[in-house]
């Protein structure tokens, strides 16, 4: 049989060109910002994870620009060999001080760093147990490992621990989670997946991509939002959110982070953080720290744009996240979905589609999310449109 069979079989994609309701792959053709011009028109973006607004920081952008005049375009290698920069090293150390930390391993993209992280660290015999809404990234560092996958139900606590007592007493397990869930909005019940990995020897995995920047003290995210900074064995970030640049790394103690370093396979055999990437995250990640009213700021545009889609009687996800800049709205179906971002898009709104999946076939999402430079001005004029969009296919009121 012809490997490429699969490639010109009929697929949804197919059907929802031919509907004219293809959502992806939309061009930028300005800087990622609250209001950007994507294939010729204004839009509102509503659907960036550039959470406090950083992308166009002066600061960010003179030190990327710095950065490429002095170390050139490229590293053209791997870190463990000739591809680490004294910026690479400075920017682990000021992280880790950062997140209090005593080591900081830096990843070329965030998916990398959980393909990195859990392969190095579950091997064969051992155990890596997921919350089932977390990250493809996270599942797929599962695959790579040699060890063996469970699952619990989304921040179920009783099931988690159901599954911990199936794993053996000779055997390794780590506890992985999203701190902030990317689809949902909702964080991670930290304090009780510390006290079961504590009673049954486990270790804790925290993937804060969503969460770094946004909760936590000064931004520090997930471990610190609950005080548990010290009772979570791994942290995971990405420097392509709330630090407006690409790449990703892993926080842990100084003994586990020279253990990756020398033994993942995706660090070990990847070219490193380019030079200008470097440093914007280095500039963004001083930027948080000298303004810590700027995960303040983003927590207020969330709680006010809830409120605002409540007045107008717009279901959204309900979580324990009033505070997460990630605001799902519920349109059910996935062509109703489809149909409905795209009538948002032509009137200047730009949103998520989130399909299954992601979703149960009949809970389909616009996933929005705000940045902190986010104007109540906006948020207005976004809801509004929104709002008389869903009433038109039924939603709401």
């Not at 204004?42 to 600061?59: A, F, K, Q, V």
């Not at 089932?132 to 599962?142: K, P």
């Not at 009780?192 to 009673?199: S, T």
């Not at 959204?316 to 349109?331: A, C, D, L």
Request: hydrophobic share 40%; net charge negative; aromatic share 8%.
């Amino acid at each position: 049989m012809d490997i490429f069979k699969k490639c010109f079989e009929p697929s949804f994609v197919d059907e929802i060109r031919e509907k004219e309701i293809y959502p992806y792959f939309h061009a930028l053709e300005s800087r990622q910002d609250t209001e950007v011009i994507m294939e010729g028109k204004r839009r509102i973006m509503l659907g960036s994870n550039n959470y406090l607004g950083l992308t166009t920081n002066p600061d960010v952008i003179e030190a990327g620009i710095k950065a490429f005049r002095e170390y050139g375009s490229g590293c053209s290698g791997s870190r463990f060999l000739n591809g680490t920069l004294e910026l690479h090293l400075e920017l682990e150390a000021e992280l880790a001080r950062f997140l209090r930390k005593e080591g900081v391993v830096t990843f070329s993209t965030g998916f990398q760093s959980n393909l990195g992280i859990i392969s190095a660290l579950v091997g064969r015999g051992d155990y890596v147990i997921m919350d089932r809404e977390n990250h493809a990234s996270l599942y797929d560092g599962c695959r790579l490992s040699l060890g063996k996958m469970l699952r619990y139900r989304h921040n179920d606590m009783e099931n988690l621990e159901q599954l911990l007592k199936t794993v053996p007493e000779n055997a390794g397990s780590l506890i992985v989670t999203d701190g902030v869930f990317s689809m949902g909005g909702d964080i991670a019940n930290l304090p009780e997946i510390c006290r079961l990995a504590k009673r049954y020897g486990a270790r804790v995995m925290v993937d804060d991509a969503h969460g770094l920047g946004v909760i936590g003290e000064g931004g520090r995210g997930t471990a610190s939002y609950y005080g548990l900074e010290d009772d979570v064995d791994v942290y995971m970030g990405t420097f392509s959110k709330s630090l407006a640049s690409l790449g990703g790394y892993m926080a842990a103690s100084a003994r586990v982070a020279d253990y990756v370093r020398h033994a993942s396979r995706p660090f070990i055999f990847s070219a490193s953080i380019t030079p200008a990437g470097c440093a914007a995250a280095l500039a963004a990640l001083r930027t948080l720290e000298a303004h810590p009213e700027l995960p303040e700021t983003l927590q207020a545009r969330a709680r006010y744009i809830r409120k605002k889609l409540r007045d107008e009687n717009i279901r959204i996800r309900e979580s324990n996240g009033e505070i997460i800049p990630i605001i799902p709205i519920y349109t059910y179906e996935p062509v109703t979905t489809l149909t409905i971002a795209k009538e948002l898009y032509g009137r200047g709104v730009y949103v998520n589609s989130s399909l299954p999946p992601a979703t149960a076939p009949t809970e389909c999402l616009l996933r929005t999310s705000l940045m902190a430079t986010h104007t109540e001005a906006l948020i207005d004029e976004a809801v509004g449109i929104i709002a008389d969009v869903l009433r038109q296919h039924g939603i709401g009121e």
